[in-house]
């Protein structure tokens, strides 16, 4: 089972010059080993066009967008972040991040290649459950009140 969300926040200084602040959230397996993360981004309530982050009028209004089995919050106007982060290809290759010790290496490949790929070593579309409570329960994770908040209390 995965360890609780609250204990397993991590500050992290700053994205490289962006002056944005970052975390981290660890998700530890129940022997202490192979965490797995998510890093979160702090912006203002007014973002700026960034090269890395979108702005305010690349995100607002959101709009509610199909992702598998729900509906989910989505910016209302991706495409100039998506081409200015990623290039013009954005919708045509897939771009993944490996991150080491050494660095952030790049790599891109057809959209239609990654999905053969990734269907080879066995990906199944994730699906959530009834509410968010039960989806939660389901990883053995915990998170009671805002998340924004808790993020804002940590720095």
């Known amino acids: 089972a995965l360890g609780s969300v609250g204990r397993s926040y991590r500050g992290g200084g700053e994205w ?9 959230f660890f998700f530890w397996g129940c022997d202490g080993r192979f965490s797995e993360s998510i890093d979160v981004f702090l912006r203002s309530d007014q973002p700026e066009e960034l090269a ?5 009028g690349e995100i607002f209004p959101l709009q509610r967008v199909p992702f598998h089995n729900i509906t989910v919050a989505a910016p209302c ?3 100039p972040f998506l081409a200015r ?4 290809s954005w919708a045509e290759e897939a ?7 050494r660095g952030r290496v790049l790599h891109k490949i057809p959209v ?5 790929a990734a269907v080879v070593a066995g ?12 989806s939660l329960e389901a990883f ?16």
């Open 112 to 116: 239609t290649e990654y999905c053969t």
């Open 85 to 88: 982060c990623y290039g013009r």
């Open 77 to 79: 106007s991706a495409e």
């Open 52 to 56: 890395e982050f979108p702005s305010e």
């Open 123 to 134: 990906y199944t579309a994730p699906a959530a459950l009834a509410t968010s409570e039960a």
């Open 16 to 24: 490289t010059g962006s002056g944005v602040p970052m975390g981290r």
């Open 95 to 101: 771009v993944v991040w490996g991150h080491s010790a």
């Open 140 to 155: 053995a994770l915990t998170s009671s009140g805002e998340l924004r908040e808790h993020l804002w209390a940590s720095l």
